[in-house]
């Protein structure tokens, strides 16, 4: 196990490497594309950290992501450009809107939590919709002033700059998640996913353990909102629309619910495959796209990082 906990980090390592140097391989417009897809993946982290650790399968985690995302156009707009508080403010809002929320929340379960949260995403889109004298409405947010990484430093105006920016802030808030699914916490919380009524028995409080990770995984939607408007400088309320929780949640299972790394994964590979069949084959982009759902339930339970899991235990068990 540790071998393998080695070989995956030297592998991750390599991923972020590689990463890290596509700047000086692709064009600014593809550049811009990943920054957008960068922040997709942090939210589809926030869903797996749900979905996965607690497991509570989410359709409304682009509540969360765009309160942060309108706190920082609100920021912006008032002439606040730094990147550590957009981040830290946004992570905030979105943190308390949870927070608030989650008390009810999380006393549902299953089909029933699905259907709420989004039920609580979908008001938030017709809010962000209506509320024009901060979204918009249909015509977006109008062009914002690019963020600066921080005090002294020259503004984000460059795709590479704002690419290598977004990468980082992603990175980083990813091997926080992961830290915090490993912790004692993160422990408990997975005992609840496993067996909630032993858990109550031995009286753990199952309540504040999952509204905690409801709150936490919030706040990594919000950074993501945060992210998508210094990758866009302009956003609309589609950004928060139904068709944003399908997609991510898809990317989740296709990139594996127990993997933060699998959910970033994903999220890359379903929005490329939108972008390519809307290019290529108008008008068939969801049965593309529902096609691959289905084959990725029954041929990867555990998407892809459960393959590449199970491939890397069997080379062990061949090895010894």
């Given at each position: 196990?540790?071998?393998?906990?080695?070989?995956?980090?030297?592998?991750?390592?390599?991923?972020?490497?590689?990463?890290?140097?596509?700047?000086f391989a692709v064009d600014a417009y593809t550049l811009s594309s990943l920054s957008g897809?960068?922040?997709?993946?942090?939210?589809?982290?926030?869903?797996?950290?749900?979905?996965?650790?607690?497991?509570?399968?989410?359709?409304?985690q682009v509540a969360p992501y765009a309160f942060g995302m309108y706190t920082t156009v609100?920021?912006?707009?008032?002439?606040?450009?730094?990147?550590?508080?957009?981040?830290?403010?946004?992570?905030?809002?979105?943190?308390?809107?949870?927070?608030?929320?989650?008390?009810?929340?999380?006393?549902?379960?299953?089909?029933?939590?699905?259907?709420?949260?989004?039920?609580?995403?979908?008001?938030?889109?017709?809010?962000?919709?209506?509320?024009?004298?901060?979204?918009?409405?249909?015509?977006?947010?109008?062009?914002?002033?690019?963020?600066?990484?921080?005090?002294?430093?020259?503004?984000?105006?460059?795709?590479?700059?704002?690419?290598?920016?977004?990468?980082?802030?992603?990175?980083?808030?990813?091997?926080?998640?992961?830290?915090?699914?490993?912790?004692?916490?993160?422990?408990?919380?997975?005992?609840?996913?496993?067996?909630?009524?032993?858990?109550?028995?031995?009286?753990?409080?199952?309540?504040?353990?999952?509204?905690?990770?409801?709150?936490?995984?919030?706040?990594?939607?919000?950074?993501?909102?945060?992210?998508?408007v210094t990758s866009q400088r302009m956003v609309f309320p589609s950004d928060v629309s139904?068709?944003?929780?399908?997609?991510?949640?898809?990317?989740?299972?296709?990139?594996?619910?127990?993997?933060?790394?699998?959910?970033?994964?994903?999220?890359?590979?379903?929005?490329?495959?939108?972008?390519?069949?809307?290019?290529?084959?108008?008008?068939?982009?969801?049965?593309?796209?529902?096609?691959?759902?289905?084959?990725?339930?029954?041929?990867?339970?555990?998407?892809?990082?459960?393959?590449?899991?199970?491939?890397?235990?069997?080379?062990?068990?061949?090895?010894?």
């Amino acid at each position: 196990m540790t071998r393998l906990l080695l070989d995956t980090r030297v592998w991750t390592a390599l991923a972020v490497a590689a990463l890290a140097a596509l700047p000086f391989a692709v064009d600014a417009y593809t550049l811009s594309s990943l920054s957008g897809i960068i922040s997709l993946g942090l939210l589809a982290v926030s869903v797996a950290v749900l979905t996965g650790t607690a497991g509570l399968p989410s359709l409304g985690q682009v509540a969360p992501y765009a309160f942060g995302m309108y706190t920082t156009v609100v920021l912006i707009r008032a002439g606040v450009t730094e990147a550590p508080v957009l981040l830290l403010a946004s992570g905030a809002a979105a943190a308390v809107f949870c927070a608030v929320i989650g008390p009810a929340v999380v006393r549902t379960r299953g089909v029933v939590f699905l259907m709420l949260t989004l039920a609580v995403g979908e008001l938030t889109a017709q809010a962000a919709q209506q509320w024009k004298a901060v979204s918009g409405g249909t015509d977006g947010s109008g062009r914002l002033d690019p963020t600066v990484p921080f005090w002294g430093l020259e503004p984000l105006v460059d795709e590479p700059a704002v690419y290598w920016y977004c990468l980082a802030v992603a990175v980083v808030v990813t091997a926080l998640a992961g830290w915090a699914a490993r912790s004692t916490p993160g422990s408990l919380v997975r005992g609840v996913r496993d067996n909630e009524a032993r858990m109550r028995a031995d009286g753990h409080r199952v309540g504040a353990y999952l509204l905690g990770v409801f709150v936490f995984a919030g706040m990594i939607a919000g950074i993501g909102g945060s992210l998508l408007v210094t990758s866009q400088r302009m956003v609309f309320p589609s950004d928060v629309s139904f068709s944003i929780s399908a997609l991510v949640l898809m990317a989740v299972v296709i990139g594996g619910a127990a993997s933060l790394g699998g959910a970033l994964v994903g999220a890359g590979a379903v929005i490329l495959l939108r972008d390519w069949t809307a290019a290529y084959l108008p008008g068939q982009g969801p049965l593309v796209l529902g096609a691959l759902f289905i084959a990725a339930v029954y041929l990867m339970p555990g998407g892809l990082a459960g393959v590449l899991e199970r491939i890397g235990l069997r080379r062990r068990k061949e090895a010894t």
